[in-house]
């Protein structure tokens, strides 16, 4: 009987598996017809993650491997017989995301070694949440960033665990009206707290990562470029995706692209890419807009009063110093009056 | 040929999932699991075993990384104990009803608090019922074998279920025992390849794994996984019956009888304390007393009709339990519900009891079993069991 797994004689070489060069884009007529985030999906009029989705497969092509840990994107997505991956896509827990990202990709690097398995190392993405990235799936997302997989880990960012039924998330704005952060006379402004910063979580201490970027809907060809440029390096890559949510924040769902607009021209979303230690600033120079602009178009700012829009404007204005580079800001600590 | 060497349970362990020839070893450190996967930390060092081993960022993590690494097929290891056990606790149904068969060593720990790290099977019995295999070795030569069993087991087609192969902590993992290692070529005979079949991920041929059901889907999803557990004692018969004739043991499948011939009274055990229970049961003899042990090679799928067999024979059984199960039917520990279960549609049923024994990583000393032994005798003279529970070593009991 021939021995089922043989160990290779020399000591195993390191692979090298993934040669591809996902080209960049110039222009929207370049975006792939193709697409790999097909219907059969159930997600709300508008959704913001589902476009990021859309775009992200039609960036990573033929050749890839989709986690979804639970959130919006797998409960609204994933249903028996009927989901919409036209690529392999595998559920994973809300909490490991990454981690189960970190076996794929293991496994792919060994059977690939040992002649188990052929071909090119496929494009491994996790599609987490902001729960599934920053809250409870932050410690599977930091190992694998640690670890150094070669894998792109994006967290699709609706600022909220909305297939729960719009619970605060850690990257809920400061101000945010949701279920558990409704605005009241003792706590006026809803959500007291200002948001975890998830780049620079990825960024400040796993030497392993050369890639983090920012990306929103309202600008495909960037977002579809900072897919491709995290897939062609070698290595993991985080991407923040911003990703309107029209059922948690309460606007009407034909204007997702217009509020992802705006959230960048207010400076309520920084886009910037970060590769191996250096910024890279887009959409710069122009007179941001007053914050207002933005929340005002959302029901979940309704309640703010102008001493608590002022706090945000501050915060903004803060961050734009230098986007992305952490700054101090007046953040009150949670128990403050 | 094979070779005979000293080995502690957990360095036995990592023997095995050298010669299972694994794709995918995920550790997270916890005593006293943990010093099977410095064992293969360093045969993956070394070049001797080409492995992918990951560091796990936690137990949780461990058991999410071997998911991931079987669902796109690789054979996968892990492990834990105590606490690390029941941390892992969300990612074990996901695995079984995914029908991935990782295979997870649990070298055993009593559960905080407080911090102890005796040997107790609270942690691994507390997972019984999440859709794997699960059972225990008695010595470290059992240990290495069970892991190759299991992956067969597990593996086969007809079964796709994951695997806790557990040992005793310390008693087993920790104490050297001889074990005679098989020649690579036997393992090979005995265990292919393992072959994922056609739901792999694979970029060229795209499946979604794990999506939403409606709940009406729901039940005839559990069913197949009974189902499954329904047909493992055939496949877990032919596995024992193809391990001991290629590897050369003598293993019975799920339940083993030592003295029992013309016994009254049995000892019920899993585990490491069978090694003590077996001298007990020699010098009971010695005395004049019939007694017998049987011991439990796999928990899951409980062999009930086995063990229903074997057990009607004898007139007084007495359950050792390494386990907890609070406020439970027997107010003691997991195996006697289980026994009783087994025996009630018997046409004999043997008186039955249960001894609380080894808690916390106690010793079950020679005068435990004479003390449980006096209890199971007065139990036949009376005709019936006092009670359902007995604390050995805590309570004075007029036999």
């Not at chain 2, 993590?61 to 690494?69: D, F, H, R």
């Not at chain 2, 994951?162 to 098989?182: A, E, N, T």
């Amino acid at each position: 009987m021939t021995p089922a797994n043989p160990i290779p004689q020399e000591p195993s070489m390191p692979a090298t598996v993934k040669t591809q060069t996902l080209p960049l884009l110039k222009k929207l007529s370049q975006i792939p017809k193709e697409d790999y985030y097909v219907p059969g999906h159930r997600t709300c009029a508008g959704c913001g993650p589902a476009l990021q989705y859309k775009l992200v497969a039609k960036a990573a092509g033929p050749n890839t491997i989709f986690i979804g840990p639970t959130g919006c994107m797998y409960v609204a997505n994933a249903s028996y017989l009927c989901t919409p991956y036209a690529v392999p896509w595998i559920h994973a827990q809300i909490t490991n995301g990454g981690a189960v990202a970190s076996g794929i990709e293991a496994a792919f690097q060994v059977l690939l070694r040992k002649g188990k398995r052929t071909g090119e190392l496929p494009n491994i993405i996790v599609m987490a949440g902001d729960g599934g990235a920053t809250d409870i799936g932050l410690q599977a997302m930091s190992a694998l960033m640690y670890r150094g997989h070669d894998a792109l880990f994006i967290c699709y960012d609706n600022e909220s665990y909305a297939n729960t039924g719009i619970q605060t998330s850690p990257t809920t704005p400061y101000g945010g009206n949701t279920t558990f952060t409704p605005p009241g006379k003792a706590i006026p402004e809803g959500k007291r707290l200002f948001p975890k910063d998830p780049p620079q979580l990825v960024i400040g201490g796993h030497p392993a990562v050369k890639y983090v970027a920012t990306a929103s809907i309202a600008y495909p060809i960037d977002l579809i470029n900072k897919v491709r440029k995290g897939l062609n390096q070698k290595g993991p890559a985080f991407l923040h995706i911003h990703a309107p949510c029209p059922k948690g924040w309460k606007f009407d769902e034909s204007k997702t692209v217009e509020i992802a607009k705006l959230a960048v021209e207010t400076g309520m979303w920084n886009l910037y890419e970060w590769i191996d230690g250096e910024y890279k600033h887009r959409e710069r120079g122009k007179e941001l807009k007053p914050v207002g602009e933005y929340l005002k178009l959302q029901r979940r700012f309704d309640h703010l009063k102008p001493e608590h829009i002022a706090k945000l404007q501050a915060f903004v204005n803060a961050r734009q110093k230098a986007p992305g580079v952490p700054v101090k800001v007046p953040v009150p600590m949670p128990r403050e009056a | 040929m094979a070779r005979e060497v000293t080995l502690s349970g957990c360095a036995a362990s990592a023997q095995a999932v050298k010669l299972a020839r694994v794709d995918v070893i995920c550790s997270y450190p916890i005593r006293p699991y943990t010093a099977a996967m410095m064992e293969l930390a360093k045969m993956v060092a070394e070049g001797e075993l080409d492995a992918e081993f990951i560091h796990g960022e936690g137990e949780h993590a461990q058991l999410s990384v071997v998911y991931g690494a079987s669902a796109a097929g690789a054979r996968t290891f892990t492990g834990s104990s105590g606490v690390g056990v029941t941390y892992a606790m969300e990612v074990y149904s996901p695995i079984s009803g995914a029908r991935l068969p990782v295979q997870m060593m649990i070298a055993d720990r009593a559960l905080d608090p407080p911090g102890d790290f005796g040997s107790e099977h609270t942690d691994a019995m507390s997972c019984r019922d999440q859709g794997w295999m699960m059972g225990w070795a008695e010595t470290p030569q059992e240990a290495f074998d069970n892991h190759l069993i299991n992956y067969r087991i597990g593996e086969d087609k007809r079964v796709m279920l994951p695997q806790f192969v557990c040992q005793d902590g310390y008693f087993v993992s920790h104490i050297p025992g001889k074990v005679l290692l098989p020649e690579q070529a036997q393992v090979d005979e005995f265990l292919p390849a393992y072959d994922p079949g056609p739901h792999v991920l694979d970029p060229k041929h795209p499946v979604s794994h794990g999506p939403q059901i409606r709940p009406d889907q729901g039940a005839i999803m559990d069913l197949q996984r009974a189902e499954a557990f329904l047909d493992l004692p055939k496949v877990i018969e032919e596995a024992v019956d193809s391990y001991n004739r290629i590897v050369g043991r003598s293993y019975s499948p799920f339940i083993e009888e030592y003295l029992t011939d013309g016994a009254d009274i049995v000892f019920f055990v899993q585990g490491g304390h069978a090694a003590t229970a077996r001298h007990a049961v020699r010098h009971l003899r010695d005395q004049g007393v019939k007694a017998g042990l049987v011991k439990l090679r796999f928990v899951r799928p409980f062999p009930s009709r086995q063990l229903s067999e074997v057990l009607s024979k004898f007139k007084a059984v007495g359950v050792v339990e390494t386990s907890t199960s609070y406020g439970g039917s027997m107010r003691g520990g997991n195996l006697l519900p289980e026994v009783r279960a087994a025996l009630y549609d018997a046409p004999e049923r043997p008186l039955t009891t249960s001894f609380m024994a080894g808690l916390g990583g106690d010793v079950v000393p020679l005068k435990d079993f004479y003390w449980m032994a006096r209890i199971l005798s007065s139990a036949i003279k009376a005709g019936r069991v006092g009670k359902t529970v007995y604390w050995a070593g805590l309570e004075e009991v007029s036999a």
